[in-house]
């Protein structure tokens, strides 16, 4: 199994990651049952929770946790990796590599494995912060003509088909995400329009609300 692991490591990673990938390979971790999914999805899933934690529930803000994420969601991010059409920063450096072997096949198998987990709960808060996030969810911000984040993403930021979850995300993920649509960084035109008015007092504000769903 491990040399198995090994190679689908360094096939996936650029050069520069594949000594860590080694030495990571026998590490234990939680994937897809035996029989429950194919060898390709399994071996490739435990390689995911390096990064993205034991069935998607990541601990650094670096990377992005997946359980519960939209399965749709899942595919066309990692189609786009694979495809080198999502080019943020954080995608070229660590995704692109990752997802440059995977199948059409692995890649609905990886998909359907994080949209079935359990997400991570948010932690409640009551903060002024978190109050004002939740207008601009809610409400959206009328002075700006900026609709309200909640009419594509979900009353309870759920996300649906290929518009992504958010609740229970790494606040600093979504600020990053934020900041990277404003700039074009991360190419979407509807988040574009969304994020470029955004102060960051107010990206501040509707992430920490984010967090607590």
């Known amino acids: 199994m491990l040399d198995i692991e090994a190679r689908l490591r360094t096939a996936f990673l650029p050069p520069a990651f594949a000594f860590v990938a080694l030495a990571v390979a026998g590490c234990s971790g939680?994937?897809?049952?035996?029989?429950?999914?194919?060898?390709?999805?399994?071996?490739?899933?435990h390689i995911c929770s390096s990064c993205h934690g034991p069935d998607g529930r990541s601990i650094s803000p670096t990377f992005p946790r997946l359980a519960g994420q939209q399965k749709d969601y899942?595919?066309?991010q990692l189609q786009a990796f694979r495809d080198k059409t999502r080019a943020d920063?954080?995608?070229?450096?660590?995704?692109?590599?990752?997802?440059a072997r995977l199948s059409?096949?692995?890649?609905?198998?990886?998909?359907a494995y994080y949209a079935s987990q359990t997400p991570v709960a948010g932690e409640l808060s009551a903060s002024s912060e978190?109050?004002?996030?939740?207008?601009?969810?809610?409400?959206?911000?009328?002075s700006e003509s900026l609709p309200a984040c909640?009419?594509?993403?979900?009353?309870?930021a759920e996300g649906n088909g290929p518009v992504?979850?958010?609740a229970g995300q790494h606040r600093a993920y979504l600020v990053?995400?934020?900041?990277?649509?404003?700039?074009?960084?991360?190419?979407?035109?509807?988040?574009?329009?969304m994020s470029k008015s955004l102060t960051p007092e107010q990206i501040s504000e509707v992430t920490a609300y984010l967090t607590t769903l």
């Open 30 to 45: 939680t994937g897809p049952e035996s029989g429950s999914a194919d060898s390709s999805v399994a071996g490739t899933v």
């Open 176 to 193: 990053r995400q934020l900041e990277a649509f404003a700039a074009m960084a991360r190419a979407n035109e509807i988040m574009h329009e």
């Open 150 to 156: 909640m009419s594509c993403h979900g009353e309870n």
């Open 164 to 166: 992504p979850r958010l």
């Open 89 to 99: 920063p954080h995608a070229q450096t660590y995704m692109w590599g990752m997802a």
């Open 130 to 142: 978190t109050a004002a996030g939740k207008k601009i969810f809610t409400e959206g911000i009328p």
């Open 74 to 76: 899942i595919v066309v």
């Open 104 to 111: 059409d096949t692995t890649i609905d198998g990886i998909a």
